[in-house]
């Protein structure tokens, strides 16, 4: 009776090991009939009601069957190893033919590709480029540059100050820097400053509240007026192509004197005036002029000595010129579209 119990239970299990999937399976049909609770085991613990002759002999059968599902077991679960071994790598595998994604790899924004030619024309020419504070003392943004209390460029409308007596602020232009160059270095002076200046602007077309300026100054021995005038033509040519038409017409800064303003012929129509030129076939490009007597005193230059010349450009405007660019706002919304054009 229980040797056909033992015979039942080693075909039964032997099948179900045989037609396990998965290594999971093969645990549960394991415990199912060797487990303590399993199949095999009840039958084991009937072995008390058996006769002391039938004992040893069932012993034995029951062992045998026990070892050979033990083995059974083993070799499917090598059987199964292997297979789960195979399906990973099949579903792993690694075509090494299929092209790689292309990256999308950006490039300079204009602004910096029209900053980095202008600093190079610069260098070439013997000028050190020089950075400095955008959160600046009123006395290097006014004072210093001769523009006393009451010039209606300190006002609160225009300017952003940070304190209530109006002593720090963001630089509303980079002409500090040429303080900050005569305080610092030895002359004879030969700088250029690039840099963010802020001002308290609607946006419209050509105008942000935040926008970018190069300073540039000269002070040596015998400088003049005509060696402004030679050097921003050069520059000027080197930027937007031989034969660029420039005109200087006078002007007002509180730190030059005399002071002019530089146009160049307007790229979008040659002169005849149209909308990016507001009618005028000229584009201002920026305020220069020979430094004031005054500014060169208070940081401790004789101006009989020495005289020197300064110019502050738009650096906006000026990369609008460079690669035609209608409308300010286009520089600084940094729609890829846009960009990619450049
Ligand atoms: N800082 C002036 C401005 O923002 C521009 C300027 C004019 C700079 C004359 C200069 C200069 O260095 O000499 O409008």
């Not at 394991?30 to 399993?38: A, H, P, T």
């Not at 450009?313 to 940094?334: C, P, Q, S, T, V």
């Amino acid at each position: 009776m229980m040797k056909e119990q033992l015979e039942v239970i080693r075909q039964h299990a032997l099948e179900a090991i045989a037609g396990t999937q998965a290594t999971a399976e093969l645990e549960s049909v394991r415990v199912q009939y060797l487990g303590k609770k399993g199949e095999l085991t009840a039958v084991l613990k009937q072995m008390g009601k058996l006769s002391p002759e039938e004992r040893p002999i069932m012993g034995q059968k029951a062992n045998e069957v026990r070892a050979e599902l033990e083995s059974a077991i083993e070799t499917q679960s090598v059987i199964l190893a292997e297979k789960a071994m195979a399906e990973k790598l099949k579903a792993e595998a690694l075509d090494v033919t299929i092209p790689g994604k292309t990256v999308p790899q950006g490039h300079k924004h204009p602004m910096t590709m029209a900053l980095d030619e202008i600093k190079d024309i610069f260098v070439g020419m013997g000028f050190t480029v020089l950075d400095g504070p955008e959160v600046e003392l009123a006395t290097y943004n006014f004072d210093r540059l001769n523009a006393e209390e009451g010039h209606p460029s300190r006002d609160w409308s225009d300017t952003f100050y940070f304190d209530e007596d109006s002593r720090v602020m963001l630089r509303s232009q980079t002409s500090p820097m040429q303080v900050r160059a005569m305080e610092s270095m030895d002359l004879p002076i030969r700088i250029i400053a690039p840099g963010r200046v802020y001002r308290k602007d609607e946006v419209d077309a050509t105008h942000s509240p935040m926008f970018h300026q190069i300073e540039g100054m000269v002070i040596d021995k015998g400088v003049t007026m005509s060696d402004l005038k030679g050097t921003l033509n050069t520059v000027i040519e080197q930027i937007y192509g031989k034969g660029t038409v420039t005109r200087f017409r006078p002007h007002h800064f509180p730190f030059t004197e005399p002071s002019c303003e530089m146009d160049i012929q307007c790229h979008k129509c040659g002169g005849k005036g149209c909308p990016t030129c507001k009618g005028e076939g000229w584009i201002e490009v920026l305020g220069a002029g020979m430094i004031h007597p005054d500014v060169l005193r208070m940081s401790g230059i004789d101006p009989e000595v020495y005289s020197g010349w300064a110019f502050g450009m738009g650096l906006e405007r000026l990369a609008m010129g460079r690669f035609k660019i209608a409308d300010l706002r286009l520089i600084f919304e940094n729609d890829i579209r846009f960009l990619e054009q450049f």
